[in-house]
């Protein structure tokens, strides 16, 4: 065979098999399904109801150096206009460590009020309560 000429073709016959050259494209016969692929996946019987929505979950108190970041994060952000975040919360890291135990008591009691202040939120609503083992989900 030529290199422009098309492959041959198998085709069956009753018995034999016979190998031919054609240059007509195969014509198959599709047939047209009675449900689509997507159809079987997308619908639900009418008598499966959706679960319930999950009670909302109880916010975690903020620790005293996540306040102490949360104040500061924007002054440092000026005074350093070229740093990026890393090096930011990296310079808030060392500003934490240095500070005296007088200046972190201020912002130890602001997470502990903030601490009682949710606790009582959730004794009064309907939130889940969180466990130590709870961890939070990022969505």
Same mark, same amino acid.
């Given at each position: 065979?030529?290199?422009?000429?098309?492959?041959p073709?198998? #085709? !069956?016959?009753?018995?034999?098999?016979?190998?031919t050259?054609?240059?007509? @494209?195969? #014509?198959?016969?599709?047939?047209?399904?009675?449900?689509?692929f997507?159809?079987?996946f997308?619908?639900?019987? !009418? #008598?499966i !109801?959706p @679960?319930?929505?999950?009670?909302?979950?109880?916010?975690?108190?903020?620790?005293?150096f996540?306040?102490?970041a949360? =104040?500061n994060r924007?002054?440092?952000?000026?005074?350093?206009?070229?740093?990026?975040?890393?090096?930011?919360?990296?310079?808030?890291?060392? =500003?934490?460590?240095r500070?005296?135990?007088? !200046?972190?008591?201020?912002y130890v009691?602001?997470?502990?009020?903030?601490s009682?202040?949710?606790a009582?939120?959730?004794d009064?609503?309907?939130?889940a309560?969180?466990?130590?083992?709870?961890?939070?989900t990022?969505?």
């Amino acid at each position: 065979p030529s290199p422009q000429s098309p492959p041959p073709t198998t #085709t !069956a016959t009753s018995i034999e098999t016979t190998t031919t050259t054609t240059t007509e @494209p195969e #014509t198959t016969m599709q047939t047209t399904p009675q449900w689509s692929f997507t159809e079987q996946f997308t619908t639900t019987p !009418a #008598t499966i !109801a959706p @679960p319930p929505p999950p009670p909302p979950r109880r916010r975690r108190p903020r620790t005293a150096f996540i306040i102490f970041a949360t =104040e500061n994060r924007e002054r440092v952000r000026r005074e350093n206009p070229q740093m990026n975040f890393c090096d930011v919360s990296r310079t808030l890291g060392e =500003e934490w460590t240095r500070m005296d135990a007088d !200046a972190r008591h201020v912002y130890v009691q602001m997470s502990e009020e903030e601490s009682q202040r949710l606790a009582a939120l959730a004794d009064d609503s309907e939130c889940a309560p969180l466990s130590p083992t709870d961890k939070p989900t990022h969505k």
